[in-house]
């Protein structure tokens, strides 16, 4: 079993900043992506950053220049330090991870999520 576990939202004035986390745990071959979704009320859910292998990163333009996007891969655990928050950022962000497990003498991938972390921004 793989588990996601995020922390860190909460309630900030726009123009401020948050830091959530989010540690993968449990029986993990490799760990090949992770990466953050949002949703917010009467919306569609949408990709906010992710970042695969280490290497390549990708993020919304909404987000350009005021998101991070940061991975400890010792620790399973990806960030995403969020700065100059606006009103429009309000939304339950969810952690993604593109998983791989050893199981059943083969390495299966699937994609993993958290439960979900709610980020208010107040304008």
């Known amino acids: 079993q793989v588990q996601l576990l995020e922390s860190g939202g909460g309630l900030v004035q726009a123009g401020g900043s948050l830091r959530l986390s989010c540690a993968a745990s449990g029986s993990i071959f490799r760990i090949n992506a992770m990466g953050w979704y949002r949703q917010a009320p009467g919306k569609q859910r949408e990709l906010v950053t992710v970042?695969?292998?280490?290497?390549?990163?990708y993020y919304a333009d909404s987000v350009k220049g005021r998101f991070t996007i940061s991975r400890d891969n010792a620790k399973n655990t990806v960030y995403l330090q969020m700065n100059n928050l606006k009103f429009e950022d309000t939304a339950v962000y969810s952690c993604y991870a593109d998983i791989s497990v050893f199981r059943d003498s083969r390495v299966v991938t699937f994609d993993s999520w958290g439960q979900g972390t709610q980020v208010t921004v107040s304008s």
């Open positions: 970042n695969r292998d280490s290497a390549s990163t």
